[in-house]
């Protein structure tokens, strides 16, 4: 347990060395004619919580899941690679409902990025061990986020989630405004999944 403890917080530093160094390259062609409507929404969305978006270089956009314990935005994937990506954005009204609605409590409103997280990881496993840190300071800095977090959850098998067997969750929340939340599966969390995860890393943030 130790040795697995220590490689997970040695990829967490690698993952946050790669974050605060490596931009993201965007661009403009990556999806057909049918997904437009979809990128057309979710860049609704993100108006809605003041965020951007730079589709990231060699991803290409499919259908995100929209069930009842799976609603997302706008999802990636990233061709002959084990790697996919899913977004969603609340505002804070919604987050509000979605937390009372389930019966989720958090401290105060600067901490309804905690609940979200923890409703999302409801719906992957039933599990209660998992992965869990802060973002500092300057990660949040860099998203123009006033709070964040992320996990690592081995994930119940599904084909909701295509068999994948590993969700890494990021959480980012401005105050008053809404949360983002981005979800990574892969089915081996070795180097390359970082490598993978660190090319879309730069595509989304708050506005200053």
């Keep these: 347990m130790n040795a697995i403890t220590k ?3 040695w990829s967490l530093f690698i993952l946050f060395l790669m974050l605060s160094v490596t931009p993201a ?3 403009l062609n990556h999806g057909n004619a049918g997904a437009q409507s979809q990128l057309k929404n979710f860049n609704s969305s993100l108006a809605q919580v003041n965020m951007t978006f730079n ?5 290409k956009e499919i259908k995100a899941p929209t069930t009842e314990s799976f609603q997302f935005d706008y999802a990636m994937v990233l061709p002959d690679a084990d790697f996919e990506i899913w ?3 609340n505002t804070q009204k919604e987050n509000e409902k ?3 609605d389930k019966n989720i409590h958090v401290s105060c409103a600067d901490s309804l990025y905690l609940g979200v997280a923890q409703d ?3 719906s992957f496993t039933s599990e209660k061990k998992y992965m869990k840190r802060n973002l500092p300071e300057y990660i949040l800095n860099r998203y123009n986020a006033d709070g964040g977090s992320i996990y690592l959850v081995s994930i119940d098998d599904s084909p909701v989630t295509k068999h994948y067997k590993y969700a890494f969750l990021t959480v980012l929340q401005k105050n008053k405004i809404g949360t983002l939340l981005a979800i990574c599966f892969t089915n081996d969390k070795g180097p390359e ?3 993978d995860m660190n090319r879309a890393s730069n595509c989304v943030k708050f506005r200053e």
Excluded: D, H, M, W
Excluded at 55 to 59: A, L, N, Q, T, V
């Design 193 to 195: 999944f970082f490598k």
């Design 87 to 89: 977004l969603r954005v």
């Design 25 to 27: 390259a965007a661009q």
């Design 7 to 9: 490689r997970i917080n």
């Design 120 to 122: 999302q990881i409801s």
């Design 55 to 59: 589709f990231p270089e060699g991803f």
């Design 98 to 100: 979605l937390l009372a």
